[in-house]
């Protein structure tokens, strides 16, 4: 079946840029997706790109998508402790139901 | 507020009892699905629903049955379940199963089975 990967953990000093990376294996990937979970909470979109564009920009967050490798990433800049969450990356096949995540990226703030 | 509430948020139950999670969503959504959440695992699809219609079961055992009586509402019947079972179960809704990437989340449910 489809995977997704990607790294459990990410420290970085607050003030700092984080970046989060995701491969994947579907090729008929048609939408990439970024959700943030915060304790005790759901999960929420951040930031979709669509699999022709290799870079979306949304304010703080910069999402960069290589289709040849499969890769994609998502670049918080100025990291605030308020970003301290999991950072999950999905993608959803042509014509499937659903989307297929990975394990989630903690990232922690250092002060 | 997301706008997909779940209840309860925490239930304990034991491998004999019977109990339901409810899902509620006020975004006039036509899709909605039950996803399983378990720590170091991704997160695991359930159930699709869309406009009322179950669209996928993704080899669920037969201990989780759900029910979607209307496009606003999914239910989760448990009856038999094993400590393994134990988890977050997360309610998400999308405007239909086409544009399924955009899922709104419930909070969730706690799920411990002893």
């Known amino acids: 079946g489809e995977d997704v990967e990607q790294s459990l953990f990410l420290s970085v000093r607050e003030g700092d840029s984080s970046v989060i990376n995701c491969t994947y294996t579907?090729?008929?990937?048609?939408?990439l997706y970024w959700y943030k979970q915060e304790p005790g909470a759901g999960l929420q979109l951040l930031t979709y790109?669509?699999?022709?564009?290799d870079m979306k920009q949304d304010q703080r967050l910069t999402v960069l998508l290589n289709k040849k490798d499969k890769h994609l990433s998502l670049r918080i800049a100025d990291t605030q402790t308020g970003d301290s969450a999991i950072y999950f990356c999905a993608e959803k096949g042509g014509g499937a139901d659903g989307l297929t995540f990975g394990k989630g990226t903690h990232l922690i703030i250092q002060p | 507020e997301t706008g997909v509430t779940q209840t309860p948020r925490h239930l304990v139950m034991g491998m004999t009892n019977k109990k339901s999670l409810k899902c509620e969503q006020h975004l006039g959504h036509n899709a909605m699905y039950w996803y399983k959440q378990s720590a170091k695992k991704p997160l695991e699809l359930m159930f699709v629903y869309n406009f009322k219609e179950q669209t996928e079961n993704n080899s669920v055992p037969s201990r989780f049955s759900p029910e979607c009586p209307n496009s606003s509402h999914l239910f989760l019947h448990l009856h038999t379940l094993q400590p393994e079972d134990s988890a977050l179960y997360l309610c998400?809704?999308?405007?239909?199963?086409?544009?399924?990437?955009?899922?709104?989340f419930g909070n969730g449910t706690r799920l411990t089975v002893t």
């Open positions: 998400a809704s999308s405007q239909d199963r086409l544009t399924g990437g955009t899922l709104h």
């Open positions: 790109i669509f699999s022709n564009m």
């Open positions: 579907d090729s008929s990937s048609t939408y």
